[in-house]
């Protein structure tokens, strides 16, 4: 998160215009289910093409919202058992963060770290920052702040944005944006961030994906099918898939991008076809097939949806899946294969297979690859892609539950002291040089090279939760409740272990803060999950099952 010289647009919509809807008289209510607010969650994708219906399973049509205007979270008060004490302090560590538009919440800042000798842009609202924020917000009955930062990151979709003389897609959603504050006029204005000052200038593809992915998240929690159904929200959802499922030259259904365009958002190899933006994709697509109306323009769009996502889970769930059964089949492929009865597809060399995967990939347990393209296969394991799979159930069951095997497995090495890693292993020595360009940042286990991320314990206790581990997430919580609070929320970890506070890391790290406090809520109250996990569709069914970790 560097970068500075954004854009000073004044922005002229006051949120007061937007807070049309009470929401503080339905979070009171108790528990009850809202018949539309079900919309397509109850279609499968095939039955979605042909208008049939049928019921959800379990979690996803929950609708458990908290109380209203609380300090404390509603879910702690739903229980028994006090609370830990690093649930009240981590509580108003967040509220601290929170960032006012015109007298309105509208986000979270990255960091309070008022130690810190250079703000950077850890003072602005990050999209992707912002999630953990808004989930812990919700599970608590909060949801104004959310439905203010959908609407004005959505009136920030509508500016016109530039890097140089190159006009981006008008469906970019910002990185960022910043509240400046005129207390001599007393005006508010907000400089939003498209990735023109970002390093190395790269659009961020995950912002659009993590916005339909909340707004679904507030819709479920909230029971509040209104902001989802307005024009503007639905041309905003129009606008990101437009600029996805646009045809191309693509021969793979997988989105191409840049370096540098997610959460990882400098140089580390990513670029092609990587799993984090993969898995974001097709959540983001299942998540907008259940709020898009079937009027004239939304129809075109799910069916496009629904073709994309039959292609989309083949390919990843086939050709991304890595296993013991199936790395001995790539150890064995035969090369320059030249026909379509092909079965080295993108004429990976055995020889490229590196020497760290033949002991990482226990007998038992799997997991998304990094990245495949042709002759490539990046076999790094990425936290973020893999949990989210499990979520959006792009994961089948089987392969959701040999994610968990080898997380347990391989625990040491992923989770050890902190969780948990981003990535493993880390790029070293001339790996290093040659793909990071000798980034001084990303040196090896730390940042994104292999560091670890606390931010990354809601998304591994979600996943824990869907797939019937919540011990796993509650040893990780105990390890992350060790240390966390005594160590000022630092933004990442470094070291093989993640025992040492990162280098670079801000102290305060407002989603280190939430996502602590989700994980929490998560596990007391699982029917949390339902506001960021689909079933899966029953319709999609593997092709191919050939490892035998899906089976044991």
């Not at 979070?27 to 018949?35: C, V, W, Y």
């Not at 083949?314 to 379509?340: A, P, V």
């Not at 080295?344 to 033949?358: A, C, E, G, L, R």
Request: charged share 25%; with cysteine.
């Amino acid at each position: 998160m560097e970068g500075t010289g954004l854009r000073n647009v004044s922005s002229h919509c006051s949120i007061s215009e937007m807070d049309d809807f009470d929401l503080s008289k339905l979070l009171d209510k108790p528990r009850i289910n809202i018949e539309r607010q079900r919309s397509f969650d109850e279609r499968s994708l095939s039955e979605l093409s042909i208008g049939l219906s049928r019921g959800l399973d379990n979690y996803e049509n929950a609708y458990s919202p908290g109380r209203s205007g609380l300090d404390t979270p509603a879910s702690s008060a739903r229980n028994s058992f006090e609370p830990h004490p690093m649930v009240a302090e981590a509580w108003d560590a967040l509220r601290r963060s929170m960032v006012h538009f015109r007298g309105h919440p509208v986000g979270t800042i990255a960091a309070v770290d008022h130690a810190a000798e250079e703000v950077l842009n850890y003072d602005q609202v990050f999209v992707r920052d912002f999630v953990p924020s808004a989930l812990a917000f919700l599970m608590n009955g909060e949801p104004d702040i959310v439905k203010n930062f959908l609407l004005k990151t959505l009136q920030l979709q509508g500016w016109e944005k530039r890097v140089d003389r190159f006009k981006l897609g008008e469906g970019v959603m910002p990185a960022s944006f910043k509240v400046l504050h005129d207390p001599v006029r007393k005006t508010d204005t907000i400089m939003a961030d498209f990735g023109e000052s970002a390093i190395g200038r790269v659009a961020p593809v995950d912002s659009g994906f993590w916005w339909i992915i909340l707004l679904r998240a507030y819709t479920k929690s909230t029971g509040d099918v209104s902001l989802a159904e307005t024009p503007e929200c639905q041309r905003g959802m129009r606008l990101i898939l437009s600029l996805c499922l646009s045809e191309g030259f693509d021969t793979f259904p997988t989105l191409l991008c840049a370096d540098g365009c997610s959460v990882i958002d400098r140089r580390m190899g990513i670029y092609g076809y990587p799993i984090e933006i993969q898995a974001l994709f097709f959540m983001a697509l299942r998540c907008a097939l259940t709020m898009l109306k079937h009027d004239t323009e939304g129809g075109e769009f799910v069916e496009r949806i629904v073709k994309r996502l039959h292609a989309l889970s083949y390919h990843m769930r086939s050709y991304f899946w890595l296993d013991f059964q199936q790395l001995n089949d790539i150890y064995r492929y035969k090369t320059e294969e030249y026909s379509h009865t092909a079965v080295n597809k993108f004429n990976v060399i055995p020889d490229s297979i590196p020497d760290w995967v033949f002991e990482f990939v226990p007998k038992r347990g799997g997991y998304f690859i990094g990245n495949v393209s042709p002759a490539r296969m990046d076999f790094r394991w990425f936290a973020l892609g893999n949990c989210i799979a499990i979520l959006s159930s792009l994961a089948t069951p089987e392969q959701a539950s040999a994610i968990m095997d080898l997380i347990e497995a391989r625990w040491d090495e992923l989770v050890a002291e902190m969780p948990l890693k981003i990535s493993y292993p880390a790029l070293e020595n001339h790996d290093w040089r040659l793909i990071t360009g000798c980034d001084p940042k990303n040196t090896r286990w730390s940042y994104h090279n292999g560091g670890t991320w606390p931010v990354l314990l809601w998304l591994l206790t979600a996943a824990c939760i869907k797939t019937g581990r919540p011990q796993i997430a509650r040893r990780a919580i105990d390890l992350a409740e060790s240390r966390l609070s005594k160590d000022s929320w630092p933004e990442y970890y470094d070291g093989t272990v993640g025992r040492y506070i990162g280098k670079q890391a801000r102290k305060y790290q407002t989603w280190s803060i939430a996502g602590y406090l989700v994980a929490k809520m998560l596990l007391e109250d699982p029917s949390h999950l339902g506001m960021i996990a689909l079933e899966e569709d029953k319709q999609m069914k593997p092709v191919i099952k050939r490892s035998a970790s899906w089976t044991c």
